[in-house]
Each structure stands twice: as structure tokens, then as C-alpha cells.
């Protein structure tokens, strides 16, 4: 089992940036690999990012990379999503997920937190 808490969601205007975290917890939470999804109102749920259990390994949602970048502090069990260039199609609600592998997190994932809102101005 892991426990997932988001924070760091809220407003920021485009081109700002903002960084959420995710605070895991529970037997797996060192083992297993943590990312991010994100969903838009009226918009599937979608990848964004992941991060291997070890923060070796790390990959992103193809349109993303370069602006986003994903961090793990196993220390302290967090999970970080940085954002810069923020666009106004970035805002969403973002969801913290884990999963015993990191390709399991495009697929959407074992576990998630219960997400935080994204807003990003024009």
C-alpha cells in the first residue's frame, strides 16, 4: 500500500512556475516508482511524469519535457513536479500516483493521491 498527499497546487500566471509535492507513505512507498497525472476539465486523464524508486530513471510526457522535470527525495519520501513556462493549457487538476514500475504510471498507475489544482492565467 501507498499513501500519496499532494500540495503546492494554486494560481500562477503564464510563463511562472510553481512546484507541487507529493508526500508518500505506507510499506511501498520506498520501492515503488512516483509521477505525475494530470486531468483537464472535460480531458481524460494524462501522463505527465515519472521517477524510478530509486530517481535514476526518469520520464516525461513528450510535450512536457523541458519545461517539467521530476524529482525524488527518498529521504524525505517526496515526489516533486517543477513547472516553468507555465501555459494557460497546463492548468488541471494534478494527481500524484504510484506503481511498482515506472511504465506502469502511463498507464495510469496503482495508487493516487487526491490531487491538487493547477490554474495558470493568460
Known amino acids: 500500500q501507498v499513501h500519496l498527499v499532494e500540495s503546492g497546487g494554486g494560481l500562477a500566471q503564464a510563463g511562472g512556475s510553481l512546484r507541487l509535492s507529493c508526500a508518500a507513505s505506507?510499506?511501498?512507498?520506498?520501492?515503488?516508482?512516483l509521477g505525475w497525472l494530470r486531468q483537464a476539465p472535460g480531458k481524460e486523464r494524462e501522463f505527465v511524469a515519472a521517477i524510478s524508486w530509486s530517481g535514476e530513471f526518469a520520464a516525461y510526457e513528450g510535450s512536457l519535457q523541458g519545461r517539467f522535470a521530476i524529482t525524488r527525495d527518498n529521504t524525505k519520501n517526496t515526489v516533486y513536479l517543477h513547472m516553468d513556462n507555465l501555459k494557460p493549457e497546463d492548468s488541471a487538476v494534478y494527481y500524484c500516483a504510484a506503481a511498482p514500475e515506472s511504465f506502469e504510471l502511463r498507464d495510469g498507475g496503482k495508487y493516487w493521491g487526491q490531487g491538487t489544482q493547477v490554474t495558470v492565467s493568460s
Open positions: 505506507g510499506d511501498s512507498a520506498r520501492t515503488h516508482a
